[in-house]
C-alpha cells in the first residue's frame, strides 16, 4: 500500500506542473522573504556540491551549449498530434487517422503535413496510432492557453541536441519526412511525460499554485513566497557559472507555471549591510544585488532548426534581492526585494530510450549525425 | 516573521519578595534546569535564539540551560530539556570499537567572561596620530587620482584611508566621531596590512575583515582594544604567524569566530579555550592538529561549528582508539546545531551521538562507514552524507516495533555517489519525506506510460 502511494506522487507532480502560458504575471503586493531556507528550499534538493562562498562564485556566466527553442505543444490543440504544418482545422481533435494502404499512398507533402504524432506511430508500423490516442486522451480543447509541455521542453532543450530535419523510413516503406520541430516535440513528450521515478526529478522550491492576482494576500504563503532568494543565487552561479549547465525554473512566481532553461546571468553587487531583523541566524552581512537571467523562450514550431536564427527566442528578467552571508562568507540565506522572482527550480535527469521510444533515440541520432540521414 | 518560541516557565519572572529559604532553593535549581537568567529574568531560551544576528546586543551570562532553541522563521521550534548540565561533564562516548577503550577524558568546558567589557574611547594622542596618517594617505590619493596611477600607501596610510572613506566624513578630524557609533563594520577585502586605529572602533560588535592581507600577531594588534566585538571574520587572511591568534586573546565576548582559509600553522589555536562565550567557530580550509580539535572540543556553548576541508593531524596508529578519530574530541559540543565536518576524513559520526539539537549535519567526502548506532538527532532535519562508504543506514530507520523514525524531523538526505539503493529498501526509510541518491533502481527505471496502459500508470 505504501509503495502504491509512494508511486503516485511523481505522477501528481506531472498533472501539476503540466502547465505553460504566454501571460505575463499578475502584480501582487509586495511580498518580502528573508530567512535561512528551510527543508524544501535547502540547495541540496538540487545540487549538494555547490560552492556557497558568494567570494568565490561568478558574477556572471552564460552556459557553453545554448538550449534550443520550440513550442510547448498547447494542450488546448492537442499537443502531440497537432498537425502543425497543416492548414485549416490543425487541432488534434477532428481529424481521421489514416490506414497503412492511405499512408502508403499519401504524398511527401501530405505526409510532411501529418502530426509528430502520427508520424512517430507510422513510423513504428502502429497504424492503432496509440500515441495519437494517448494525445487525444490526455489533451481537450478548452484547456487554458498556457498549458503545454513546458515542463517537458524545457529539460529537452538542455538534455538533447537540437535536431535536424530528415527523412525516415518506416518499417512499411513509406518515407516520412520529419522536420525539426516533429522531433523536438516527440523529444518533448517523451521527456515530459514519461514517468520515471521520484529520485528522477527534485525539486526546489514549492509550487504556489494561487492567482495572486484574485488573490494577492496568499503573496505571503509559504509556497508563493518561496523560492528562496539565496538558494536560487546558490543554485544560479554554482549551475550556469561552475557546473556550465542550464537550470530550469518556473519564472513565474503564482499558479501558471512557465518552465525556462535558464543559461546566463549577470549580478550586479549593490551594496552590504548588517543583516536585516529576521535574517539567518548565521548572517553576519547582506549584500544586495541585482540579478538579470536570460532564458530560451518558447516560439512556434519550425521545419528547420533554431539556434543561432532569429528564432531561438530569449527572454530576461531581472531579480532584486539580498543574499545574507555568514562569517565565511557563504550563502545561507536571502531576501526578496523584487516582488518577481521564480516559482520553483527543478532537475530532471535525461531519460533513457526503451521501449515504444526506442526508436526515437534512433531519430535523434541521425538527425543530428548528418542531415538528411536515415535511420535504418 | 519570527517563529514563536517554545512556551517557558512562568517562574522565568519569579517576583524577587520570596524570601522562604526553601522556596528560594526550588526556584535556584529550577532556575538552572530551566535556564532562566536569574539576573535578567530573561530566557536563556529567547536569548539563544537571538544570538547571532549582530545587530541584536545581548548579554552572554548563561550559564547553560537544558532547552534547545528555535531556529528562526522558517524553521520547525523544537522545544525540550535534557539534563545537560549533567552531561557536559561526562566524557564524549566513544566510538563503538570491538576492544575495551580507555575513556577520553575531554577538557572542562571553557571558564565564561566575567563582567560586561569596558567601553573604552580612543586616546587623543591616537586620534591625532590617526589624523596625521589619514592626511598623508589622503594627499597621497589625490597625487595618484592626478596621475591615474594607484596610490602606494605603506600598511598604516591604507588603514587610515580605509577608515576615512568607511567614514564618509569630509575631513581627516572627523573620522574618530563618524566612526566611534558604529556597531557593523564591513572591511572585507580592503587590502589591509595592519589594524592599526583600529581603536577608533570603539564601539564595534561586528568587523568582517575577510580576505585582506593580514598575516602577523603584529598586524592584529589593534583587535586587542575592541573589547565590545561580538563577531569577527578573519577568513581569508594569510595569518602565517603561529603567534598571530594569540592578539585575539583578550576578545573573550567573542561569539562568533571566523578563520577559515588562512595559513594558521597547526597548535596555533591553543588559546581558543579562552572565548568562552563562542558559539559559531568557522575554520574551513585549515591545518589542525589534534591539541586545535581538543581546544574546539572545550567550547561547549558552539552552536555552529564548521571544519570542511580543514585536514586533521593524527596522531601515529599507537594512539588510542578514541584519538585515530580526532574529531571525537568534540563529543562535548552537545549544542551544536549545525555542522559541517564535509572532506575532513571523518571515519565516523559518534561524537555527535548527544547532538541533540543539531538541526544540519554535513559530512560528505568522508570514510563515513556507518552511522552512530543511536543517534540522539530528534532535531536533526537535514543530513548530507554523500560521498561516504556507508554500508548501513540502519540508524535512521524506525526501532523494531516502533513506527516513529528514530530522527524524526529530517526532511533532506543526501546520499549521492553512495550506491545505495539496496540499503535504503532494506533500512526502510520510505517514512522519509524526501531524500536523493543519484542510482536509479533498475526495476523502476522505465515506465512505458502512457503507451501501454494509461490507468496502470495513474494507480
Given at each position: 500500500m505504501a509503495h502504491r502511494t509512494a508511486s503516485r506522487i511523481p505522477f501528481a507532480f506531472v498533472i501539476v506542473l503540466t502547465s505553460c502560458g504566454a501571460q505575463p504575471p499578475p502584480d501582487a503586493p509586495l511580498s518580502r522573504v528573508h530567512e535561512a531556507w528551510d527543508a524544501a528550499n535547502a540547495p541540496a534538493r538540487l545540487e549538494?556540491?555547490?560552492?556557497?562562498s558568494f567570494s568565490k562564485l561568478p558574477l556572471t556566466a552564460k552556459t557553453s551549449v545554448t538550449p534550443w527553442a520550440d513550442s510547448y505543444w498547447p494542450t488546448y490543440r492537442g499537443g502531440l498530434a497537432w498537425r502543425w504544418q497543416a492548414t485549416g482545422d490543425t487541432t488534434s481533435f477532428g481529424y481521421n487517422l489514416y490506414t497503412r494502404e492511405q499512408a502508403k499512398s499519401l504524398s511527401p507533402s501530405q505526409l510532411t503535413s501529418l502530426s509528430p504524432a502520427e508520424k512517430y506511430d507510422i513510423l513504428q508500423g502502429r497504424f492503432d496510432y496509440p500515441l495519437v490516442t494517448a494525445e487525444r486522451r490526455r489533451t481537450?480543447?478548452?484547456?487554458?492557453?498556457?498549458?503545454?509541455l513546458c515542463h517537458g521542453w524545457a529539460f529537452a532543450a538542455v538534455n538533447f541536441p537540437e535536431p535536424k530535419p530528415l527523412v525516415a523510413r518506416s518499417v512499411d516503406g513509406i518515407e516520412i519526412p520529419f522536420g525539426s520541430s516533429d522531433i523536438k516535440a516527440l523529444l518533448t513528450f517523451y521527456q515530459g511525460e514519461t514517468f520515471t521515478p521520484a529520485p528522477a526529478r527534485r525539486f526546489l522550491g514549492l509550487r504556489c499554485n494561487v492567482d495572486l492576482a484574485e488573490n494577492p494576500s496568499a503573496a505571503t504563503s509559504r509556497a508563493c513566497r518561496d523560492t528562496n532568494a539565496g538558494s536560487f543565487h546558490l543554485l544560479l552561479a554554482n549551475s550556469l557559472g561552475r557546473l556550465d549547465r542550464p537550470l530550469i525554473a518556473d519564472?513565474?512566481?503564482?499558479y501558471e507555471v512557465w518552465n525556462h532553461p535558464l543559461f546566463a546571468f549577470r549580478t550586479q553587487v549593490l551594496g552590504s549591510q548588517p543583516p536585516s531583523?529576521?535574517?539567518?541566524?548565521?548572517?553576519v552581512r547582506e549584500v544586495r544585488v541585482s540579478t538579470r537571467i536570460e532564458y530560451v523562450r518558447e516560439g512556434n514550431p519550425r521545419w528547420e532548426t533554431s539556434?543561432?536564427?532569429?528564432?531561438?527566442y530569449t527572454g530576461s528578467d531581472v531579480f532584486l534581492y539580498r543574499l545574507e552571508l555568514d562569517a565565511?562568507?557563504?550563502?545561507v540565506g536571502g531576501e526578496w526585494e523584487s516582488d518577481a522572482r521564480p516559482d520553483f527550480l527543478w532537475v530532471h535527469e535525461r531519460p533513457k530510450f526503451t521501449n515504444y521510444y526506442a526508436k526515437l533515440g534512433e531519430l535523434l541520432e541521425a538527425s543530428t549525425r548528418s542531415e538528411g540521414s536515415r535511420p535504418e | 516573521m519570527k517563529t514563536s518560541r517554545p512556551s517557558l516557565p512562568l517562574m522565568c519572572q519569579y517576583p524577587s519578595s520570596l524570601v522562604f529559604p526553601f522556596v528560594l532553593a526550588f526556584l535556584g535549581a529550577f532556575t538552572l534546569l530551566s535556564g532562566c537568567d536569574k539576573a535578567s529574568g530573561t530566557p536563556s531560551s529567547e536569548r539563544n535564539t537571538d544570538v547571532f544576528p549582530p545587530r541584536a546586543p545581548e548579554q552572554s551570562n548563561d550559564t547553560g540551560s537544558g532547552r534547545s532553541v528555535g531556529k528562526g522563521r522558517g524553521q520547525g521550534v523544537i522545544a525540550q530539556r535534557t539534563p545537560e548540565l549533567l552531561s557536559t561533564v561526562r566524557p564524549a562516548p566513544l566510538a563503538p570499537t570491538p576492544e575495551p577503550e580507555p575513556v577520553v577524558v575531554l577538557p572542562s568546558p571553557a571558564p565564561l567572561p566575567v563582567g560586561e567589557p569596558e567601553v573604552r574611547t580612543p586616546s587623543e594622542a591616537l586620534v591625532a596620530s590617526y589624523t596625521r596618517t589619514c592626511e598623508s594617505a589622503r594627499q597621497k590619493a589625490a597625487a595618484a587620482r592626478s596621475t591615474n596611477q594607484p596610490p602606494s600607501f605603506d600598511a598604516d596610510e591604507q588603514t587610515a584611508f580605509v577608515l576615512y572613506e568607511l567614514a564618509l566624513v569630509r575631513g581627516c578630524n572627523d573620522v574618530a566621531a563618524a566612526l566611534a557609533p558604529k556597531e557593523w563594520i564591513d572591511l572585507t577585502g580592503k587590502q589591509l596590512r595592519t589594524t592599526s586605529f583600529f581603536e577608533l572602533l570603539v564601539n564595534a560588535r561586528t568587523l568582517l575583515l575577510q580576505r585582506n592581507l593580514l598575516s602577523t600577531q603584529a598586524s592584529l594588534e589593534g583587535l586587542k582594544a575592541l573589547r565590545t566585538l561580538r563577531s569577527l571574520s578573519l577568513s581569508g587572511n594569510p595569518l602565517e604567524d603561529a603567534e598571530a591568534f594569540m592578539a585575539l586573546s583578550g576578545l573573550s565576548w567573542l561569539k562568533t569566530l571566523a578563520l577559515s582559509d588562512t595559513s594558521l600553522p597547526v597548535d596555533a589555536l591553543g588559546t581558543l579555550a579562552s572565548f568562552g562565550a563562542l558559539e559559531s567557530l568557522h575554520l574551513r580550509n585549515v591545518r589542525l592538529s589534534q591539541k586545535d580539535v581538543r581546544s574546539v572540543g572545550a567550547l561547549s556553548r558552539l552552536k555552529v561549528l564548521d571544519v570542511s576541508g580543514s585536514l586533521v593531524t593524527r596522531l601515529p596508529t599507537s594512539a588510542r582508539a578514541a584519538e585515530r578519530e580526532p574529531l571525537s574530541l568534540l563529543g562535548n559540543l552537545v549544542r551544536l546545531r549545525e555542522v559541517d565536518l564535509t572532506s575532513t576524513g571523518a571515519t565516523h559520526l559518534d561524537f555527535l551521538t548527544r547532538a541533540t539539537r543539531a538541526v544540519e549535519i554535513r559530512a560528505s567526502g568522508n570514510a563515513i562507514t556507518a552511522l552512530p548506532e543511536k543517534p540522539q538527532w530528534t532535531s536533526l532535519q537535514a543530513l548530507v552524507l554523500a560521498e561516504n562508504p556507508l554500508s548501513s543506514l540502519a540508524p535512521l530507520a524506525p526501532a523494531p516495533g516502533r513506527s516513529a523514525n528514530r530522527v524524526p524531523a529530517l526532511r533532506t538526505l543526501i546520499l549521492e555517489g553512495t550506491g545505495f539503493d539496496d540499503v535504503v529498501t532494506a533500512s526502510r526509510l520510505t517514512s522519509l519525506s524526501y531524500f536523493n541518491y543519484k542510482k536509479t533502481p533498475a526495476a523502476a527505471a522505465q515506465r512505458k506510460c502512457p503507451l501501454e496502459d494509461w490507468d496502470a500508470c495513474e494507480s
Open positions: 549538494w556540491k555547490v560552492e556557497r481537450k480543447p478548452d484547456a487554458e492557453a498556457w498549458e503545454g519564472i513565474t512566481r503564482d531583523e529576521g535574517a539567518s541566524p548565521r548572517a539556434i543561432g536564427t532569429p528564432f531561438n565565511d562568507d557563504a550563502v | -
